[in-house]
């Protein structure tokens, strides 16, 4: 089936440690997206990427980092220099860029820090 | 950027009711989606609609592009209709889709 696919679908964390969020497509999307979602709250856009091996800052970057070496994948780092990681975590892709092309979502990965 | 807001922010109905919920936009954009999120989390694709009308089964919605704002219709409502239901616009120059805060609608049975 076609899709966006993230894992793990929960994962906790201790104070200081890196984590890496996945998120794969299947399909053959261009750009992929990375939000956050607090409680109560719409989505806020972490960082996204229209083509590989290029990434953009979205509103909230800091204390995330990414990566997009392969079309399908664009994996999630929440470094220890994020202040406040327990959070929501939804990936999204889009054939081209948002303008005029429809974004999908995957399951999500619910971020706990202990 | 432009502004999203969502109204109501709550909604409580009784099955089989109908209703109407509004996204209102600070300024034009080029594209306009209307998600539901279920209980867990999960964002589905209800529409695509940056102007016009479209109808899926009991959900319809009409974007007015020059007023700014869109309207999500749901008719003979159903307890699995619960949930939050997003708008999110993107506009020229920009690469973000913006999202409101939401409209929570329960549905009881």
């Known amino acids: 089936d076609g899709g966006i696919t993230q894992s793990p679908k929960y994962l906790f964390r201790k104070e200081g440690q890196n984590v890496t969020l996945s998120c794969e497509q299947n399909?053959?999307?261009?750009?992929m997206y990375w939000y956050r979602q607090d409680p109560g709250q719409g989505l806020r856009l972490i960082y996204y990427?229209?083509?590989?091996?290029?990434?953009q800052k979205g509103d909230i970057a800091e204390g995330y980092s990414v990566s997009r070496e392969k079309k399908e994948s664009f994996p999630l780092t929440v470094t220890s220099a994020q202040k406040n990681p327990t959070a929501f975590y939804l990936c999204?892709?889009?054939?081209?860029?948002?303008?005029?092309?429809?974004?999908?979502f995957g399951p999500g990965t619910r971020l706990t820090v202990l | 950027g432009i502004q999203v807001e969502q109204s109501p922010p709550d909604l409580i109905l009784q099955e089989g009711a109908n209703s109407t919920l509004r996204c209102n936009f600070s300024?034009?954009?080029?594209?306009l989606q209307w998600f539901h999120q279920n209980p867990w989390g999960q964002l589905i694709n209800l529409f695509y609609?940056?102007?016009g009308t479209k109808q899926n089964g009991r959900l319809s919605a009409t974007t007015v592009a020059t007023e700014r704002y869109s309207l999500l219709y749901i008719s003979s409502s159903q307890t699995t209709d619960s949930g939050v239901y997003f708008c999110?616009?993107?506009?020229?120059?920009?690469?973000?889709?913006?999202f409101g805060k939401g409209t929570k609608l329960t549905v009881n049975p």
């Open positions: 999204a892709s889009s054939l081209a860029g948002v303008l005029y092309n429809e974004q999908f």
């Open positions: 399909l053959n999307h261009d750009a």
């Open positions: 990427s229209q083509i590989v091996n290029d990434f």
């Open positions: 300024d034009s954009v080029n594209n």
């Open positions: 609609i940056p102007s």
């Open positions: 999110a616009g993107a506009q020229g120059g920009s690469e973000k889709l913006v």
